[in-house]
């Protein structure tokens, strides 16, 4: 239904976002067939729902959500699904948790956008950051441009007063293995 590869890292991404915001709606932001928003509502059984956004919903998300609904039945009814792009009037709020796995290049930095507009917790694992677009801060003298582009990310939550916490996934299931983890502060 979906290659094993992306099973495991939303696996891991679901064990380590979890917390962030217990009992919060779950927002999948370019959520490809929805995986990551479906383990989190397994694991935090308080949360309301969950939605998933996807400029085009895949042809696995439909089986994908019935096999596991049939393995976990108070999945029935809690998730939607939206076609549409991360940046279009989905309602967020500070009450939702923010997610989203290899938002590709810039993808990811909209769903940071979402997430710093909405004071809402968020969880991504970037991917295909493409040095000559994104910002590096001028940091790729020092690391590697990739990196200095995520290093830029993680500041950039901090500065909004978000408490940051950046883990890295076993690269035994993703080279694109960089977790960034931000929750406001409280005021």
């Known amino acids: 239904m979906l290659p094993r590869k992306e099973l495991f890292e939303s696996w891991e991404v679901a064990k380590r976002a979890r917390g962030l915001a217990r009992g919060a709606r779950i927002a999948d932001l370019a959520a490809g067939h929805g995986l990551l928003a479906h383990l989190l509502l397994i694991m935090d059984r308080s949360a ?6 996807d400029a085009r919903k895949p042809a696995s998300a439909e089986p994908l959500s019935r096999a596991l609904t049939a393995e976990w039945p108070e999945l029935a009814g809690r998730i939607e699904y939206l076609e549409q792009s991360v940046d279009d009037t989905l309602a967020l709020t500070a009450n939702d948790v923010i997610v989203s796995v290899h938002a590709c290049g810039a993808l990811t930095d909209a769903v940071l956008d979402r997430a710093l507009a909405a004071r809402a917790p968020v969880a991504v694992l970037p991917c295909c950051q493409e040095i000559k677009v994104l910002d590096t801060g001028g940091l790729e003298g020092w690391v590697e441009g990739t990196l200095a582009i995520d290093i830029m990310r993680a500041a950039r939550l901090s ?13 035994d299931v993703t080279p694109k293995n960089r977790l960034l983890l931000g929750v406001p502060s409280p005021s």
Do not use: E, L, N
């Open 48 to 53: 309301p729902g969950a939605i998933c956004v």
């Open 159 to 171: 500065h909004a007063g978000y408490r940051v916490k950046t883990v890295r996934i076993d690269s």
